[in-house]
């Protein structure tokens, strides 16, 4: 056993590598098409960007769907939302202050918050009727899809009024085609570096005992986070901060709606066996609480990004001491 999680260990440093170096080149690589296609790297931080690295977290909930295990599936979408903002944002805010444009204020913050909030309702809608055999029906899910069109149409509406504009634009690092061979493999690295942390962090954790709730709020919300995690931490590192904040917005409106809504669509409605109120609160707290930073117009600052960071700990504290006292 011991052998076991020796080789898991070797497994999770290598996929730490692998994504690191994927990060890299996915941030150059997205950096350029925006600059080849003269479009806003916001605009491609929401759809390129959040939508790939946004694929390990649809592998693992449709895993989890096939294998009926639902509180994996819930887990993977509450748990990394919560990261992408609390942590994700908390650690770039303290790497540089994040400056986020009137539009992503006024238009795509909102959509997030009413996204969330829109799954809570779901939630609700489907407990208070006393409907105890699916907290989320299929319709749920279709609901959850339809919303995920209508966010796809504005995108388009977005492109079609960026062609429009003039913007200041940077000379592109790579021409087009070099740009996307770049973004895929980034891609490839993000998503395979994250599956197999994933995969070897499971192992380990499942050989020491911890629950399917626990596992999927802290090691597979973590590693399916992972690539926007490092996507993050890189593009704050190089003040790609509407890359960053695309990123960001994209990823949690595709979790909600493609992760969580598409398996339930396809697979049928879920109930949940371990959750507490407390995870889906956390969510929508993350989702306002971004809100209310960026709504006062002034970049989100170290001290801000410290703020969520300790809100972050809190209830990853409460996680971890629950799962303690449970072993």
């Known amino acids: 056993m011991e052998s076991n999680i020796f080789l898991q260990i070797l497994l999770l440093v290598g996929g730490f590598v692998i994504l690191i170096k994927g990060a890299d080149w996915l941030v150059d690589g997205a950096s350029s098409v925006a600059s080849n296609f003269k479009v806003s790297k916001q605009l491609v ?7 790939g690295t946004g694929a390990p977290e649809l592998a693992v909930s449709i895993t989890s769907m096939i294998n009926g295990n639902t509180d994996m599936l819930l887990g993977n979408v509450m748990g990394s939302n919560i990261i992408n903002i609390l942590l994700l944002i908390g650690l770039a805010a303290i790497i540089s202050p994040i400056r986020i444009n009137r539009n992503t204020i006024s238009k ?11 799954l809570v309702f779901l939630f609700l809608d489907t407990t208070l009727s006393g409907a105890n055999e699916n907290w989320i029906t299929r319709s749920d899910g279709l609901i959850c899809v339809l919303f995920f069109a ?14 429009k504009e003039k913007h200041k634009v940077e000379k592109p690092k790579w021409k087009l085609g070099k740009s996307f061979l770049f973004v895929l493999l980034g891609l490839i690295g993000v998503v395979g570096g994250s599956q197999l942390v994933v995969s070897s962090a499971s192992e380990i954790a499942s050989v020491i005992g911890i629950s399917d709730r626990i596992i999927a709020l802290t090691v597979v919300a973590f590693g399916t986070s992972l690539p926007e995690l490092v996507t993050t931490i890189t593009a704050a590192k190089r003040g790609e901060n509407e890359l960053l904040v695309g990123n960001i917005i994209g990823s949690n409106i595709f979790n909600i709606c493609i992760v ?26 993350s989702a306002a609480l971004l809100w209310l930073v960026a709504r006062r117009g002034s970049p989100i600052s170290k001290r ?7 809100v972050f700990a809190i209830y990853y504290g409460y996680i971890v001491v629950n799962a303690l006292t449970a072993i």
């Open 260 to 285: 969580l809504g598409l398996p339930i669509a396809i697979f049928g409605g879920i109930k949940p066996e371990s959750f507490e109120m407390i995870d889906v609160i956390m969510m929508v707290v």
């Open 304 to 310: 801000e990004g410290s703020f969520m960071l300790i």
């Open 108 to 118: 795509e913050l909102p959509l997030l918050l009413l996204t969330t909030l829109g």
């Open 45 to 51: 931080g929401l759809t390129i960007v959040a939508f």
């Open 150 to 163: 209508i966010f796809l149409y504005y995108i388009i509406a977005m492109t079609r009024k960026n062609k």
